[in-house]
């Protein structure tokens, strides 16, 4: 069985950073893609950002572009989002998610989600 477990949400002030990690175990990172969605109250899920784990190529939606950072720890299995420059409509519920089928971030959409973390809410203050 496939689980994705997010950490390292919380509360930060504008301008403020926060890292992200998604532990996946039950599947083992090769030519796939791997990401993240955010749904904020009121709104549709986003997807921001992904990263292919054989090549390292990666994908970020306008809205992150410049200030978030994707990277992948393949022996550790684990998924990492670094973002920084935090404002606050970046407030909203983070998942990681990983895609088997998938082999080019930019086509990163909730379509070719083969699996979901269950979400972490990152709060930014003004």
């Known amino acids: 069985e496939v689980q994705l477990v997010e950490s390292g949400g919380g509360l930060v002030q504008a301008g403020g950073s926060l890292r992200l990690s998604c532990i996946v175990s039950?599947?083992?990172?090769?030519?796939?893609?791997v990401g993240w969605f955010r749904q904020a109250p009121g709104k549709e899920r986003e997807a921001i950002s992904s990263?292919?784990?054989?090549?390292?190529?990666?994908y970020y939606a306008d809205s992150v572009k410049g200030r978030f950072t994707i990277s992948s720890d393949n022996a550790k299995s684990t998924l990492y989002l670094q973002m920084d420059s935090l404002k606050p409509e970046d407030t909203a519920v983070y998942y990681c998610?990983?895609?088997?089928?998938?082999?080019?971030?930019?086509?990163?959409?909730?379509?070719?989600?083969?699996?979901w973390g269950q979400g972490i809410l990152v709060t930014v203050s003004s």
């Open positions: 990263i292919n784990t054989k090549y390292f190529s990666t």
């Open positions: 039950g599947f083992r990172f090769g030519d796939d893609v």
């Open positions: 998610a990983i895609s088997g089928r998938l082999l080019r971030p930019s086509q990163w959409d909730h379509t070719w989600v083969d699996a």
